[in-house]
């Protein structure tokens, strides 16, 4: 069974940057789609940054030009670099795979592990 596993949070402030890992098992990781999606308690879950199997990036215009997506197939890792975090970066995040759908559709994501908790204070 699939799992993805997110981890690298914690507590930073504003203009501060944190870099999350994923540690994905249980599926042909290089030639899946994975992403990050992030979720604050009251609110719909977002997607932050995907990427695909050709290494083709895919961000949410609220973290263009600040965060950065990686993958690492020879150790089914996915990495976001986060730069210039804000305080509204703030919530749960999570390394999905792509299942099917719109890369940028966070209902497109499936086999969510454990996240890990970022929170930026201003």
């Known amino acids: 069974q699939a799992r993805l596993d997110a981890s690298g949070g914690g507590p930073v402030q504003a203009g501060g940057s944190l870099r999350l890992s994923c540690a994905a098992s249980?599926?042909?990781?290089?030639?899946?789609?994975v992403g990050w999606l992030r979720q604050v308690p009251g609110q719909e879950t977002e997607f932050v940054a995907g990427?695909?199997?050709?290494?083709?990036?895919y961000y949410a215009d609220a973290v263009k030009g600040r965060f950065t997506v990686s993958r690492d197939n020879a150790k089914s890792a996915l990495y976001l670099q986060m730069d210039s975090l804000k305080p509204e970066d703030t919530a749960r995040y999570y390394c999905?795979?792509?299942?099917?759908?719109?890369?940028?559709?966070?209902?497109?994501?499936?086999?969510w592990g454990q996240g890990t908790q970022v929170t930026v204070s201003s």
């Open positions: 990427i695909n199997s050709g290494y083709r990036e």
């Open positions: 999905a795979r792509h299942a099917s759908g719109q890369y940028y559709d966070p209902s497109a994501y499936q086999d």
């Open positions: 249980g599926l042909a990781f290089s030639i899946n789609a």
